[in-house]
């Protein structure tokens, strides 16, 4: 559960480039929003790795209830300045929730997988499963909202609507997730058995781990390069369907 919250808002976001367009409808959104959301979260990743001393299971706790809460505010934001009408800010608002999410992810992304990386692999392993399962959840949510409705303004305004609530609810019980995955006795057990002194003295530098697995890391390295570097600025700008319309870019991100 927790894995697939990490990743559903920035998915929330890129497969409601229709929406977006019709909102913003001279302006580069798919390209603006990716550079936002990498920036601010590569620079807290970069933050929690370089404070790698934060070990304790309170401050992971802590972390991922406020990286939680940052994702549901910045999910409330899109369907929020809708009902206002649009004002002028809003463009400026928008983007300033996707660097939000950003931050959020950066929390969540080095606390989860830090913390699931103290237990055996069967955790790592479900929360990776998670976050990949993540956008396939999203873009199922999205069809059917879009689907459910008239193919007009008004219908896509309310689908996307939608979409961002229900959103919202699975990130809301992620935040009642967190507070109540410590208190599992299974977790409580697990923690027992970890070394009592977690300190950075006691373990392993991120260089000295990877130089013992290069070609992992390359690999991972590369895959993210080329995924980033067409999703989804191009998938979802640079490529038109006289036939699906505004169907075709998000049918082509959940593809």
């Known amino acids: 559960m927790l894995g697939a919250g990490n990743l559903l808002p920035w998915n929330a976001f890129i497969t409601s480039v229709d929406f977006f367009g019709n909102l913003y409808p001279t302006r580069h959104v798919e390209k603006v929003f990716f550079v936002a959301y990498m920036s601010s979260s590569i620079v807290v990743l970069i933050f929690v790795l370089s404070r790698g001393g934060w070990s304790k299971k309170l401050i992971y706790r802590l972390r991922m209830n406020w990286g939680f809460s940052m994702f549901v505010l910045s999910s409330m934001v899109p369907p929020t300045i809708d009902w206002l009408g649009r004002p002028k800010e809003a463009y400026a608002v928008t983007v300033a929730s996707v660097v939000l999410c950003g931050l959020a992810d950066g929390l969540i992304g080095g606390s989860l997988i830090g913390s699931a990386g103290k237990l055996p692999k069967e955790y790592i392993q479900a929360v990776f499963a998670g976050t990949a399962s993540s956008g396939v959840l999203v873009s199922i949510l999205r069809i059917t909202t879009k689907a459910s409705l008239p193919q007009t303004p008004q219908g896509l305004r309310i689908s996307a609507h939608l979409y961002f609530i229900v959103t919202e609810i699975i990130l809301m019980c992620c935040t009642v997730c967190c ?48 995924t980033l570097s067409v999703f989804p600025g191009f998938l979802a700008e640079s490529l038109a369907s006289k036939l699906l319309k505004d169907w075709y870019p998000f049918l082509l991100i959940t593809v």
């Open 179 to 226: 507070d109540f995955l410590y208190k599992l006795p299974i977790m409580e057990q697990h923690f027992k058995l970890l070394p009592v002194d977690d300190s950075l003295t006691c373990r392993p530098t991120f260089w000295g781990v990877a130089r013992k697995i290069p070609w992992p890391i390359f690999g991972i390295l590369s895959i993210y390069i080329v």
